[in-house]
T-cell receptor, first 113, second 113 residues
Framework: DAEITQSPRHKITETGRQVTLACHQTWNHNNMFWYRQDLGHGLRLIHYSYGVQDTNKGEVSDGYSVSRSNTEDLPLTLESAASSQTSVYFC????????????FGPGTRLTVL | DAKTTQPPSMDCAEGRAANLPCNHS???????VYWYRQIHSQGPQYIIHGLKNNETNEMASLIITEDRKSSTLILPHATLRDTAVYYC??????????????FGKGTKLTVNP
């Protein structure tokens, strides 16, 4: 069955370290999204991509970057992790013709000490 | 982007209908109303969406008022597994025709035995 996976599921890192969170989907969806979720803020969009080599900034993109070299993967990189980036991160994907129905991964809980 | 207003929490008895309201008074004519839910520690799950007419699927019904300024998500026979945070979302539009979902804080629905 097609699915969307995230790894690692839990990560603890130190301030200043570079961290990469992986997202992999097997639906062959063109659209992929990264969100973060914090208490009191709901889900906020970090970056999104509408296809290979396409990336766009969301509402909270500072300190994050993404690259899309193939259809299946959209890794999220924290160039220099900060304590404010402690959060739960969700990846999602959707078909190009149905951007409404986004399928979400199980999430990655990141703690920056 | 149009904004939505939802009550922060609601309770419902198991087996009864759960009616979750949402106000979106600034919705534009071409914007859809979407509902997602998030069960504790899981990624959000798509439920239903609509433009003008009422919609029904295997999970829920969506009632949109004639002026489109508000809507109600109906879970006809709520179960304990429906306990979750429910998000009412109006689809925004970026430049270039790209679209994204903006998640607010949602309604925490608790289904009681």
């Amino acid at each position: 069955d097609a699915e969307i996976t995230q790894s690692p599921r839990h990560k603890i890192t130190e301030t200043g370290r570079q961290v990469t969170l992986a997202c992999h989907q097997t639906w062959n969806h063109n659209n992929m999204f990264w969100y973060r979720q914090d208490l009191g803020h709901g889900l906020r969009l970090i970056h999104y991509s509408y296809g290979v080599q396409d990336t766009n900034k969301g509402e909270v993109s500072d300190g994050y970057s993404v690259s899309r070299s193939n259809t299946e993967d959209l890794p999220l990189t924290l160039e220099s992790a900060a304590s404010s980036q402690t959060s739960v991160y969700f990846c999602a994907s959707s078909d190009a013709s149905r951007t409404d129905t986004q399928y979400f991964g199980p999430g990655t809980r990141l703690t920056v000490l | 982007d149009a904004k939505t207003t939802q009550p922060p929490s609601m309770d419902c008895a198991e087996g009864r209908a759960a009616n979750l309201p949402c106000n979106h008074s600034t919705i534009s004519g071409n914007e859809y109303v979407y509902w997602y839910r998030q069960i504790h520690s899981q990624g959000p799950q798509y439920i239903i969406h609509g433009l003008k007419n009422n919609e029904t699927n295997e999970m829920a019904s969506l009632i949109i008022t004639e002026d489109r300024k508000s809507s109600t998500l109906i879970l006809p026979h709520a179960t304990l597994r429906d306990t979750a945070v429910y998000y009412c979302i109006v689809r925004g539009r970026f430049q270039g025709g790209s679209e994204k979902l903006v998640f607010g804080k949602g309604t925490k629905l608790t289904v009681n035995p």
